[in-house]
């Protein structure tokens, strides 16, 4: 295993997990946070973090500098949900049928405020609420516009279903 280093000869307080066997970690520029003023938000450029982190694929981010994040002007939520947008096709391009996305709650947030409008209440108040700390949420994910259509068995769109009510039930 190998020791996550800063300098040479200085150890960390942890070794780094191989990823060998496992399925690629892929670095995307789109999946980050809210862009824009704050300065905790700006990342740090890649090639200053790619060697420490050598089983991340980081191939996908073209700029060595953050090219996005502006001192002056906080990305909107229209423009972080058009960000996700975008995210969201460079995700349905993938071959993989399981995919782990992690990211801030902000930038899932707005993401998925794109999705689900067709879908019952009660699934639409799932989608959309706001990202706990940490919080796991499974989502399937569908292309129903794609001509290469995969069967999933496990697909369940979330629309709204007319409910009987009252005493005739």
């Known amino acids: 295993m190998l020791e ?3 300098k040479a000869g ?3 307080a942890h070794p780094a997990v191989s990823a060998d066997g496992c399925p690629p970690i892929i670095c995307y520029e789109l999946c980050r946070e809210h ?11 890649i090639s200053s973090k790619a060697a420490l982190f050598p089983g991340i694929d980081v191939s996908h981010i ?17 423009e972080i949900q058009e960000r996700g947008r975008k995210f969201m096709e460079q995700v349905m391009a993938r071959p993989d049928t399981h995919i782990a996305v992690v990211s801030h709650s902000s ?6 405020s794109n999705y689900g409008s067709n879908a019952s209440t009660t699934v639409q108040g799932d989608l959309h609420r706001w990202f706990e700390n940490c919080e796991l949420r499974s989502i399937v994910v569908v292309d129903e516009q794609s001509s ?4 999933d068995p496990l697909h369940f769109p979330g629309y709204s279903v007319p409910v009987k009510e009252g005493p005739e039930v």
Do not use: M
């Open 107 to 112: 930038f899932l947030h707005f993401l998925l």
């Open 62 to 78: 073209e700029q060595d500098h953050d090219h996005l994040w502006q001192e002056d002007h906080r990305e909107t939520r229209e």
């Open 148 to 151: 290469s259509k995969r069967h």
């Open 10 to 12: 200085v150890r960390s």
């Open 35 to 45: 862009l824009g003023v704050h300065p905790c938000d700006r990342r740090h450029p």
């Open 4 to 6: 996550l280093t800063a």
